[in-house]
Antibody, heavy 119, light 111 residues
Framework: QVTLRESGPALVKPTQTLTLTCTFS??????????VSWIRQPPGKALEWLAL???????YYSTSLKTRLTISKDTSKNQVVLTMTNMDPVDTATYYC???????????WGQGTLVTVSS | QSALTQPASVSGSPGQSITISCTGT?????????VSWYQQHPGKAPKLMIY???NRPSGVPDRFSGSKSGNTASLTISGLQAEDEADYYC???????????FGTGTKVTVL
């Protein structure tokens, strides 16, 4: 059974760095083809893909946010970590992690974690 | 990378059929058969409904179907039911520097 769960702070201040952790089970990120992405959704708005890391430690980022994002993995802990620097109120959103195979569809999602950026 | 274009809202009566369009470019929807569709109920995570244009994951009712023509993909819900009321998003692989793009989202209302 594949599950993913996001964790991190619910509130961050402007200019701070956000660190989110995706802890998953039911698959291994060392298996060929496996990928984990971060996707966010501001309140009442559409989904936005942010970043992906694959089994081979290749990393891909949203062009518009590339300078602020870092994605990494700890295969032994079954975790993927996303950091986003210089947080702004417009970054207020629910952040999801999701699995894909060979960078195709997102077949399993976490429940999401709401991050509010406010002073 | 611009978001794929979807109608903001679509509505239908129970039992009717509705179709949601998802328009992109030859660099995404038109260039690859990696279009997927997601259903999202309020306060819930998205759920995969269609992958690779027209394939349904196990457990998704067969009243959901997908297709593609040129740069536009479509999701059709036949025999609309009350529980189908939700937001729907398309997504596509892209040949740009970012591998994924989502659609703008469509709110489906069951009248």
């Amino acid at each position: 059974q594949v599950t993913l769960r996001e964790s991190g702070p619910a509130l961050v201040k402007p200019t701070q760095t956000l660190t989110l952790t995706c802890t998953f089970s039911g698959f291994s990120l060392s298996t060929s083809g496996m990928c984990v992405s971060w996707i966010r959704q501001p309140p009442g708005k559409a989904l936005e893909w942010l970043a992906l890391i694959d089994w081979d430690d290749d990393k891909y980022y949203s062009t518009s946010l590339k300078t602020r994002l870092t994605i990494s993995k700890d295969t032994s802990k079954n975790q993927v970590v996303l950091t986003m620097t210089n947080m702004d109120p417009v970054d207020t959103a629910t952040y999801y992690c999701a699995r894909s195979i060979a960078a195709r569809e997102f077949d399993y999602w976490g429940q999401g974690t709401l991050v509010t950026v406010s002073s | 990378q611009s978001a794929l274009t979807q109608p903001a809202s679509v509505s239908g009566s129970p039992g009717q059929s509705i179709t949601i369009s998802c328009t992109g470019t030859s660099s995404d929807v038109g260039g690859y058969n990696y279009v997927s569709w997601y259903q999202q109920h309020p306060g819930k995570a998205p759920k995969l409904m269609i992958y690779e244009v027209s394939n349904r994951p196990s457990g998704v009712p067969d009243r959901f179907s997908g297709s593609k023509s040129g740069n536009t993909a479509s999701l059709t819900i036949s025999g609309l039911q009350a529980e189908d009321e939700a937001d729907y998003y398309c997504s596509s692989y892209t040949s740009s520097s970012t591998p994924y793009v989502f659609g703008t989202g469509t709110k489906v209302t069951v009248l």
